[in-house]
């Protein structure tokens, strides 16, 4: 693709590598058909080849974005399938990442929207806040469910109706393996996750010491900055980053880590970034790059440890039915396809592939909270895909999905840990008593 920017437009570290995006697309629009919001609305701007159109018009400008290219990119879900497809190798990401901070430097939201964007942005990361705001949205549904609608219908929906209790696995401390040590890593416990669904990093360090891994939660670390960097602050999620970036380095010069473990894929596609994200910081693009080389997903270090050890049981306990959903950070973010698939069934379950697993759910951090109706059709068409395979259990890799999966459908949904760790002698997950 031609582009038309001035030096002096390129003299800008960003827009440079933005214009070197554009130059490879050689719009020839493969990306449109795998593109969930084209498939859904059927419009060229809300499709990769359309939205990329739309950046460089907005970038060669060098003006403020406008409400229509805010609208387009919004409907975005960042779920990077275009990139699978793409037969260009056209970094998607960083393109819309940059975009979408220049949305955010230029563009004045409807009060109401800035309103709730800060307060996600505020809340989300930070457990405490986000536990308080979820317990008062569960007390407060029962009446105001009837009177609300669009948004804030959407943000009452995520409250579950019980909420677990935080979890003493997610403090700073270290996990001793159990027998012969064969590894150390640091575990992300994450932010939103704590709250919602504990059980996952419990299972996680149960799984990992049980395997003779040893698991520091490092200190300082919290939120790896995910969820304000999709949303176009990058101020914010740089903080984040870097916090994180010196509780692991800490850990990495004291007593070593052998990776940086993580059990959410939307936040491990965030950390593979980190060296790209600061590279242009000399203050901290080496230790960036050094946390994102570290960084691995749970399934993908687990499928580079010896086999699992499996659980000598008579109960219940595997030869079940698990419809395996891939969440797009995962496939596509990080092209992980195989290890959790192939840990399943290594496991002794039964793993089906869902039909347009291609497709996203529609969570996509708090998409299913900001674009409520398009990601409650997303949601449905993923629960009707899943639902053809008759499973007993929906396995995934990401508790964005994992929450909005559940949200349409009786099937349990299950974090492939939970499967993995009942496997090998830890607990049956709760929700399938
Ligand atoms: S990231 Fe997903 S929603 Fe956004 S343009 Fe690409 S395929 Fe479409
Ligand atoms: S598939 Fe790649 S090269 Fe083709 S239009 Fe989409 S982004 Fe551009």
Same mark, same amino acid.
């Given at each position: 693709?031609?582009?038309?920017?001035?030096?002096?437009?390129?003299?800008?570290?960003?827009?440079?590598?933005?214009?070197?995006?554009?130059?490879?697309?050689?719009?020839?629009?493969?990306?449109?058909?795998?593109?969930?919001?084209?498939?859904?609305?059927?419009?060229?701007?809300?499709?990769?080849?359309?939205?990329?159109?739309?950046?460089?018009?907005?970038?060669?400008?060098?003006?403020?974005?406008?409400?229509?290219?805010?609208?387009?990119?919004?409907?975005?879900?960042?779920?990077?399938?275009?990139?699978?497809?793409?037969?260009?190798?056209?970094?998607?990401?960083?393109?819309?990442?940059?975009?979408?901070?220049?949305?955010?430097?230029?563009?004045?939201?409807?009060?109401?929207?800035?309103?709730?964007?800060?307060?996600?942005?505020?809340?989300?990361?930070?457990?405490?806040?986000?536990?308080?705001?979820?317990?008062?949205?569960?007390?407060?549904?029962?009446?105001?469910?009837?009177?609300?609608?669009?948004?804030?219908?959407?943000?009452?929906?995520?409250?579950?109706?019980?909420?677990?209790?935080?979890?003493?696995?997610?403090?700073?401390?270290?996990?001793?393996?159990?027998?012969?040590?064969?590894?150390?890593?640091?575990?992300?416990?994450?932010?939103?996750?704590?709250?919602?669904?504990?059980?996952?990093?419990?299972?996680?360090?149960?799984?990992?010491?049980?395997?003779?891994?040893?698991?520091?939660?490092?200190?300082?670390?919290?939120?790896?900055?995910?969820?304000?960097?999709?949303?176009?602050?990058?101020?914010?999620?740089?903080?984040?980053?870097?916090?994180?970036?010196?509780?692991?380095?800490?850990?990495?010069?004291?007593?070593?880590?052998?990776?940086?473990?993580?059990?959410?894929?939307?936040?491990?596609?965030?950390?593979?970034?980190?060296?790209?994200?600061?590279?242009?910081?000399?203050?901290?693009?080496?230790?960036?790059?050094?946390?994102?080389?570290?960084?691995?997903?749970?399934?993908?270090?687990?499928?580079?440890?010896?086999?699992?050890? #499996? +659980?000598? &049981?008579?109960? %219940?306990?595997?030869? $079940?039915?698990?419809?395996?959903? @891939? *969440?797009?950070? !995962?496939?596509? =973010?990080?092209?992980?396809?195989?290890?959790?698939?192939?840990?399943?069934?290594?496991?002794?379950?039964?793993?089906?592939?869902?039909?347009?697993?291609?497709?996203?759910?529609?969570?996509?951090?708090?998409?299913?909270?900001?674009?409520?109706? #398009? +990601?409650? &059709?997303?949601? %449905?068409?993923?629960? $009707?895909?899943?639902?053809?395979? @008759? *499973?007993?259990? !929906?396995?995934? =890799?990401?508790?964005?999905?994992?929450?909005?999966?559940?949200?349409?459908?009786?099937?349990?949904?299950?974090?492939?840990?939970?499967?993995?760790?009942?496997?090998?002698?830890?607990?049956?997950?709760?929700?399938?008593?």
């Amino acid at each position: 693709m031609q582009t038309n920017f001035s030096l002096v437009q390129l003299a800008d570290p960003n827009v440079e590598e933005a214009e070197s995006i554009l130059r490879k697309c050689v719009h020839c629009g493969f990306c449109t058909a795998t593109c969930p919001t084209y498939v859904l609305l059927g419009d060229e701007l809300d499709s990769p080849r359309g939205r990329i159109y739309l950046i460089k018009g907005m970038l060669e400008k060098g003006e403020a974005a406008t409400a229509e290219v805010t609208k387009h990119l919004d409907r975005c879900l960042s779920c990077l399938s275009c990139m699978t497809t793409c037969p260009s190798g056209v970094n998607y990401m960083h393109l819309v990442d940059h975009a979408r901070n220049h949305v955010e430097h230029t563009y004045k939201r409807p009060l109401f929207e800035r309103f709730l964007r800060n307060l996600l942005s505020y809340l989300i990361p930070r457990p405490f806040w986000f536990r308080g705001a979820l317990n008062i949205a569960s007390l407060t549904k029962p009446l105001v469910k009837n009177f609300v609608s669009g948004r804030i219908k959407a943000l009452i929906d995520l409250a579950p109706k019980d909420l677990p209790a935080a979890s003493v696995v997610d403090q700073p401390q270290t996990f001793k393996a159990i027998g012969a040590k064969k590894g150390r890593v640091a575990l992300l416990s994450g932010c939103a996750q704590t709250v919602l669904a504990p059980s996952i990093n419990e299972a996680t360090v149960r799984l990992l010491t049980r395997h003779g891994i040893e698991v520091v939660v490092a200190k300082g670390v919290g939120c790896c900055g995910s969820l304000v960097h999709h949303m176009g602050k990058e101020e914010m999620a740089e903080q984040q980053m870097k916090a994180a970036i010196q509780g692991w380095m800490a850990e990495i010069e004291s007593e070593g880590l052998d990776a940086i473990i993580t059990n959410a894929s939307g936040c491990g596609t965030t950390i593979k970034d980190y060296g790209f994200m600061l590279r242009n910081d000399p203050n901290w693009a080496e230790r960036a790059a050094k946390i994102s080389d570290l960084a691995k997903d749970i399934t993908e270090y687990l499928a580079e440890l010896e086999p699992l050890a #499996l +659980a000598d &049981k008579e109960d %219940d306990q595997p030869a $079940k039915i698990v419809a395996y959903h @891939a *969440p797009c950070s !995962i496939q596509h =973010g990080q092209k992980i396809t195989k290890q959790p698939k192939e840990l399943l069934t290594g496991a002794g379950f039964v793993v089906r592939d869902v039909p347009e697993g291609h497709l996203c759910c529609g969570s996509a951090g708090t998409y299913n909270i900001m674009q409520p109706e #398009l +990601a409650e &059709k997303l949601r %449905d068409r993923k629960v $009707k895909n899943i639902e053809t395979l @008759a *499973p007993d259990i !929906i396995a995934t =890799g990401n508790i964005g999905c994992q929450c909005q999966i559940s949200s349409g459908t009786d099937i349990p949904v299950v974090h492939n840990v939970e499967l993995l760790d009942w496997a090998t002698g830890g607990p049956k997950p709760e929700v399938l008593d």
